[in-house]
Nanobody, 121 residues
């Protein structure tokens, strides 16, 4: 029943900006960490940014200073503001949430379906 729905991907020019959104819905007791991962062709999936329920953030070195992750705990949402985009940022971006479903004693990692971000002239 838990679902993560992403939006905001698309085609942008180098130097442009894009804001990805992800909303977790369903029977959720609590959400711990949320984050964004990406996988480019020929590359392994990597963590782009993560944020804890308390607001502590972690970024990949390649995106520091350009990307900003944030979340809305009330709306169960996580966002990724991407500025100064580079062609190297082209990838499929997936959001994730580590959460406790309602009535569950176990934490699960849920994934969004992924959204394509393409940075090209």
């Amino acid at each position: 029943q838990v679902q993560l729905v992403e939006s905001g991907g698309g085609l942008v020019q180098p130097g442009g900006s894009l804001r990805l959104s992800c909303v977790a819905s369903g029977s959720i007791s609590s959400i711990n960490a949320m984050g964004w991962y990406r996988q480019a062709p020929g590359s392994q999936r990597e963590l782009v940014a993560a944020i804890t329920s308390g607001g502590t953030t972690n970024y990949a070195g390649s995106v520091k200073g350009r990307f900003t992750i944030s979340r809305d705990n009330v709306k169960n949402s996580v966002f990724l503001q991407m500025n100064s985009l580079k062609p190297e940022d082209t990838a499929v971006y997936h959001c994730n949430a580590d959460l406790f479903p309602s009535r569950s004693m176990y934490q699960y990692r849920y994934w969004g379906q992924g959204t394509q971000v393409t940075v090209s002239s």
